[in-house]
């Protein structure tokens, strides 16, 4: 595992193959990056599935209201939610869309990311400065490239938890 050297500003996610380790960019997006600790601390994105895992693109999760696989669970819903709290301004920057990076999903409104992500599994640099980057994918980039593909995946792959490291 990679060194952790900012755990406030760390994310465990805890998928089928083993741990990821991904580091939050505060300094570029800051409201993105409080919102994923906030989710992260309530529990909000344990058990929720990836919804869109699209070969040679991303994987895209964090739809805490439908994507739940022990709770409301409803894969024809997936993606279309958020959490109960209000969508967030844009926080375009000039951090490329790499591989492995971390960057909010929305609507077709820029400031209507809320609680969704995705993670790159490519160079996407089309989505430079049209999406929040707001982390990196620093350990268990493997783990991520073995993610069920499917729009929706029959048999979607989940999220197991995420922790902020600091209260690991």
């Known amino acids: 595992m990679a060194e952790i050297k900012d755990p406030e500003n760390t994310i465990l996610m805890e998928l089928r193959d083993g741990t990821v380790v991904i580091e939050l960019l505060p300094d570029i997006a800051p409201k993105h990056v409080e919102r994923m600790k906030e989710l992260a601390r309530a529990g909000a994105y344990d058990n929720v599935v990836f919804h869109r895992v699209i070969e040679g693109f991303m994987a895209q999760t964090g739809d805490v209201a439908n994507g739940n696989a022990e709770k409301d669970f409803n894969l024809r819903r997936a993606g279309t939610g958020s959490s109960d709290l209000p969508d967030l301004p844009a926080e375009f920057s000039t951090v490329p869309h790499d591989r492995g990076t971390l960057g909010a999903a929305r609507s077709q409104n820029p400031n209507s990311a809320n609680s969704q992500f995705f993670i790159n599994f490519?160079?996407?640099?089309?989505?430079?400065?049209?999406?929040t980057v707001y982390g990196r994918v620093i350990s268990g980039m493997e783990h991520v490239d073995s993610i069920t593909r499917g729009e929706p995946p029959a048999n979607p792959d989940r999220m197991i938890s995420v922790k902020v490291a600091a209260d690991a």
């Open 122 to 131: 490519k160079d996407n640099h089309f989505l430079n400065r049209q999406y």
